[in-house]
């Protein structure tokens, strides 16, 4: 058994029987293995987990299609995990069938609903409860679970598996380490070609051809290369060049395909001749993240360390205002998830965490920063992940 899945046990429910994974992401972080066509259409009923819970005869039995069948059996090693095919409407055929022009009569096609049928037992003198992801799968397909389980209870299990993706196996720090550092190198590549005249697509460019050299590592599309104004809003690459005196501001990440972890992280410098008053809103952001980071170690409430980068930001600007400062990371689509950095987070720091610490402050009409890095909570404190690219560059790059 992974050891993803050993950890998202512990924080199973006590009274829920089975465990019905949905989502490609999730299918991913138990078995280790990205169900293809599950995974590009992203729908639930493509493929599928079942999971036997709190009880002697827990099991882990893998659903997918008999067209990619063969595939997964080659990738899933473990023996603890039982994969069954469902029948689809691909219609391959036996080589005898096409040589010899014969139809071969075959038993009844298994739908992936009447093979969760066979899986999960019900009964008369028990309610079972069968945790499901409410957040990823359609009504249409609730709707049906409903119809074929009339007397089963069902529980939203969505902020569950989050919360298990939140603390971080050696394995996935490691995918981590690697991911950011893909990052880190191309973004380090885009602060050496800032020059004036240079553009947002063109910085872009540097960024993604950086990126692409490593195999199975793709841009996250969502990555921002904004100068001057658009620096203080969200929006695409676009044609703006780079004019002396503006900020240009980087936020973006990477993602591991058909592993769904990604990163996110940011930088953001004065380029050619410099404001006092930018000068100064930088380095206070700066010390802000610091400050919070410092203070990051096993046991700290979160709210506390909201509460230390918020304060000392407002104590120069009390006027700032902001929601949260940084968040969860794990396997994507999202580039965050819970636990948010905020003042009202009660949950306190776990080794194994990998946050991104960020301290953000924009100017309408004139641009603004994010001091954002990614951090992994160790023992005695917080490891800065994101550390190759520095936030203040030399020259006329601050």
Request: some cysteine; aromatic content about 12%.
């Amino acid at each position: 058994m992974r050891n993803t899945e050993k950890q998202f046990r512990k924080y199973i429910s006590k009274d829920i029987d089975y465990v019905i994974i949905s989502s490609p992401e999730n299918f991913y972080y138990i078995s280790g293995y990205a169900s293809h066509q599950h995974t590009v259409s992203r729908m639930a009923g493509m493929a599928a987990i079942v999971m036997r819970c709190n009880s002697k005869e827990e099991f882990t039995k893998l659903l997918v299609m008999d067209y990619e069948y063969n595939n997964v059996i080659k990738y899933v090693k473990d023996k603890d995990y039982e994969v069954i095919a469902y029948d689809t409407w691909v219609g391959v055929k036996d080589e005898e069938e096409i040589s010899k022009n014969r139809f071969i009569k075959k038993n009844d096609k298994k739908t992936i609903f009447k093979l969760l049928v066979d899986i999960i037992e019900t009964s008369k003198n028990k309610k079972i409860k069968v945790g499901i992801e409410k957040d990823f799968i359609s009504s249409n397909f609730f709707t049906q679970l409903e119809s074929i389980f009339p007397n089963i209870e069902f529980v939203d299990i969505s902020n569950q598996l989050i919360y298990s993706r939140s603390v971080k196996t050696e394995e996935e720090i490691l995918i981590f380490k690697e991911l950011i550092k893909i990052q880190d190198k191309a973004l380090l590549k885009v602060m050496n070609s800032l020059r004036v005249d240079i553009s947002e697509k063109e910085l872009a460019d540097i960024y993604i051809k950086e990126v692409v050299k490593n195999y199975g590592v793709s841009p996250s599309v969502w990555s921002m290369f904004a100068i001057g104004e658009n620096a203080s809003i969200l929006g695409l690459p676009s044609e703006k060049k780079l004019k002396d005196g503006e900020v240009f501001k980087y936020d973006g990440g990477v993602n591991k395909n058909f592993s769904f972890y990604t990163t996110d992280f940011a930088r953001s410098w004065i380029v050619g001749k410099k404001d006092q008053m930018l000068i100064e809103l930088k380095i206070r952001l700066f010390e802000a993240q610091r400050l919070m980071i410092e203070n990051m170690k096993p046991g700290v409430k979160i709210k506390e360390i909201f509460n230390i980068g918020y304060n000392y930001v407002k104590e120069k600007y009390p006027q700032y205002e902001r929601g949260h400062l940084g968040h969860s990371i794990s396997l994507g689509p999202s580039t965050w998830e819970a636990p948010l950095i905020t003042k009202a987070e009660e949950r306190v720091l776990e080794k194994g965490m990998v946050l991104c610490v960020e301290v953000p402050l924009y100017i309408k009409g004139l641009g603004g920063f994010n001091i954002e890095d990614m951090v992994l909570i160790k023992e005695n404190g917080a490891e800065i992940l994101s550390n190759i690219t520095p936030h203040f560059g030399e020259g006329d790059i601050f």
